[in-house]
């Protein structure tokens, strides 16, 4: 069903590229909402209480009208992560959904309908990318490592220093990356195409679903101090092979001290 619903929700916002987008500021220039977001996220969850009633649902559109902290059942989504990429390039963006039970994450689902490859977990079912199981088996030094973060881009991240930090990570590891959405990022560190993501702050739509791949695929997703990620509330994300995931904890949390 979350696979079902992330695969037409995916080709529902590709259909609409075909058109010119209405785009809207949120907060400022850097934050933008299309008709197309809200249009996909209120059919995500038109098919989702249709089938399940009784579940309840935590989209960032807000297009639900009842209180997600009063479900057990909760689904999480982002109708597209990445929309200024969905804006001004048309690629690089994604549908992300999550299913949590009483807190505990049970699947993850990140669709990307321009390249139509689909990251999916179950709970102790494994991750796959399409038909590929993904596993991080290999053994990866920070030194080499590819990271991907987008922490070091707003005014807090001067205000405490992170933005120094993560320069100073830069100049320690192979390469840094910064594609445009989370969901997709950390769905790459499952695939082991990016071998480590951090950033300062995300929503709960953006990491819900990718941090069930990630763990799934044998990785680690923890707030970025170490402490477990919550399920419904905005967090710090690291998420990395497991290889180097002390050492680049130990790097962000001591670097600046
Ligand atoms: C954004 C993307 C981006 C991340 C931002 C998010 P949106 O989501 O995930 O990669 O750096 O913090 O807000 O607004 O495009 O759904
Ligand atoms: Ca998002
Ligand atoms: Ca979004």
Redesign the pocket.
């Given at each position: 069903m979350a696979i079902h619903c992330a695969k037409t929700a995916g080709a529902l916002s590709l259909e609409r590229l075909k058109q010119p987008i209405l785009v809207e500021y949120k907060t400022s220039a850097s934050d933008l909402v299309t008709a197309v977001d809200k249009e996909v996220e209120k059919h995500v969850i038109q098919a989702i209480i249709k089938e399940f009633p009784d579940h309840g649902i935590l989209g960032?559109e807000s297009m639900f009208e009842g209180n997600p902290a009063d479900y057990e059942t909760l689904w999480i989504i982002?109708p597209?992560?990445?929309?200024?990429n969905f804006v001004h390039q048309q690629i690089n963006f994604s549908v992300s959904i999550a299913v949590y039970h009483k807190g505990e994450g049970l699947v993850g689902v990140v669709y990307d309908p321009s390249r139509d490859e689909l990251f999916y977990a179950v709970k102790g079912q494994g991750a796959y990318l399409n038909d590929r199981r993904l596993g991080l088996t290999k053994q990866v030094k920070l030194e080499e490592a590819l990271l991907c973060t987008?922490v070091f881009w707003n005014k807090r991240a001067e205000q405490i220093g992170i933005d120094q930090i993560v320069k100073r990570l830069a100049g320690k590891v192979r390469g840094m990356r910064l594609l445009?959405?989370?969901?997709l990022?950390i769905s790459y560190v499952a695939a082991g195409r990016l071998d480590g993501y951090v950033?300062m702050s995300?929503?709960a739509w953006?990491f819900g679903a990718a941090r069930i791949i990630v763990e799934e695929a044998g990785g680690v997703a923890t707030k970025m101090n170490g402490e477990p990620l919550p399920f419904d509330q905005k967090s710090s994300v690291m998420a990395c092979n497991p290889a180097f995931y002390e050492e680049l904890r130990q790097f962000l949390n001591l670097e600046g001290k």
């Open positions: 960032e982002d597209i992560d990445g929309t200024t987008s445009g959405s989370a969901a990022e950033s995300l929503n953006d």
